[in-house]
């Protein structure tokens, strides 16, 4: 709930007053007069409002449920003459729900996503400034000076690198009620994560061009190795290169050939 008491209502060039009442809540108001009996006085306003107190100079009035910007007129009659002194009524609602969405949440290194951070209700838009955060440092910073937007949302597209996972992401809200008799009015979303991973294919292409820079990795294959020493222990006539089946079985081939020839 707000107030504001000592109103001059004698004074017709006395300039305007100014405050701020959050949305939906009450406003103390007392209407003076410098008249020590003014005929007339009272509060001109087309909102809820009831007299608290009243004395022959002074009546404080209680307005309710302010729902917008409004003009609250105190006025006076003194000697026949009538004055008005005006209060401007301007209504905020600070940014009290911040959402951050990460899109995708986890992405390989060099892959595109998108921070988006938006308010569900912050009055006047024309006051707030969203400011999408990696870590401490500021990313983008988004106003709204038409005051239209309706969810304000700020949104800022990335190129995803390894050192991206390593901090929190996050969208501070403020506003600015400087001009209003207050001050900034902040609130901070929960932190987002970004996962960021190297592809396979990328780990793959790595592993292949270890392999050509590192000799110990540029050996023939066992296989085929193998299959060489095999090949010579054959044709040297040593059957302790081949398994010992084969052996057997060419050693049983030359005496057959052995006895074939000896018949003829």
Known sequence: MSSVSG???SSEKAPSKQEAVKLGDSYKINCTSDCPNPLIKG????????????????TEYLVSNISQDSVLYCYSTCSGKQT?????????????????????ARVTVGSSFTITC???????????TLTLLHGEK?????TFE??????ATATHNAIAHKKDGHHNFSCRADLDLHALGRGV??????VQVLQVYV????????????????????LPDPTYMSGTSTTTAAASGAPQGSSPALAEGLWQAAGLLGIFLFVM
């Open 146 to 151: 038409n005051g239209t937007d309706t969810p």
């Open 185 to 190: 009015i902040s609130n901070v979303s929960e």
């Open 199 to 218: 592809a396979p294919e990328t780990d793959r292409d790595l592993q292949g061009a270890r392999s050509l820079e590192d000799p110990k990795t540029n």
């Open 7 to 9: 109103l001059p209502g």
């Open 43 to 58: 509060l001109e306003t087309l909102l809820d409002k009831k007299v608290l107190q009243e004395q022959a100079q002074w």
């Open 84 to 104: 008005k002194k005006a209060v401007i009524v301007n209504v905020f609602h600070p940014p009290e729900q911040v959402l951050l969405r990460l899109q995708p």
């Open 118 to 128: 938006s308010v569900t209700a912050a009055i006047p838009l024309e006051r707030l």
């Open 138 to 142: 500021p990313l983008h910073v988004q």
